[in-house]
């Protein structure tokens, strides 16, 4: 029966969004989006105590899809929810040729991306994976199988250096046995929607869209177009972010 709560309670639908519920088309997963609705309990909390009903005082919660990519391991992420208007940078690290390099460019234009390491970088030269963490990119596992006895030393591994539990596979393209193993351990497979060739910026120029996911090899390609492709992306409107983000609903 308070005055405050009343209008609250009024007003409160005015500012619900519906949450979209992630697409599942075959073996391939693509993101939903979070709704928003107003928390009664909290916003009124906030206005009892300014004394008053006001707008600028309530407080919203999330609402999350009936069918989310958050519970969902054993399909393929192809990509984002193309309404986010982000993309990912992936960078496959199968040498330690260039790294230092790439991450000098992705550092000067504010960018994150997502590196996965191969699991003899990750065994044998464990300073890589400090040093992208250092940098505050991404850092995840490549393997060709995710073999789950390998698959579980690696992922010690990094977490031992970047205090952070990896979440995803990659693969090229489809891979039941890369897809088992990694489901098994609750990591998302990504399948990059873009990869690239020895001529990246003109991959990247033809292929892009919202939500992509493009896949960058570490080699002088890269080195040499990295950012002539941020470039683009940014002046194409879309936001670069790390796969956590890109899939996040």
Do not use: W
């Amino acid at each position: 029966n308070d005055p405050i709560m009343k209008q609250i309670i009024k007003v409160s639908e005015n500012y619900k969004e519906q949450p979209i519920n992630a697409i599942l088309v075959n073996n391939n997963i693509t993101p939903g989006i979070s709704g928003l609705e107003v928390d009664v309990d909290r916003s009124y909390e906030s206005m009892k105590k300014y004394g008053s009903f006001n707008e600028n005082l309530m407080v919203f919660k999330s609402l999350t899809p009936s069918v989310s990519v958050s519970n969902i391991y054993d399909k393929y992420i192809t990509g984002g929810n193309e309404k986010n208007q982000v993309v990912s940078l992936v960078i496959t690290v199968e040498d330690y040729s260039y790294i230092e390099n790439i991450i000098d460019i992705l550092d000067s234009k504010e960018v994150k991306a997502t590196f996965f390491v191969s699991t003899d970088i990750v065994e044998d030269s464990p300073d890589i994976v400090k040093l992208i963490n250092d940098s505050y990119h991404q850092v995840e596992l490549k393997s060709d199988d995710y073999n789950i006895d390998s698959l579980k030393k690696s992922k010690k591994t990094i977490k031992d250096i970047t205090e952070k539990d990896i979440g995803f596979c990659y693969s090229e393209e489809e891979n039941l046995t890369i897809l088992t193993n990694c489901s098994n351990k609750k990591l998302y497979t990504i399948i990059p929607s873009i990869k690239t060739s020895n001529f990246p910026y003109s991959d990247v120029k033809n292929e892009l869209k919202s939500g992509s996911i493009i896949s960058l090899n570490n080699n002088t390609h890269t080195l040499r177009e990295l950012k002539y492709i941020i470039n683009y992306i940014n002046q194409k409107g879309y936001k670069i972010v790390t796969l956590e983000e890109l899939i996040r609903e």
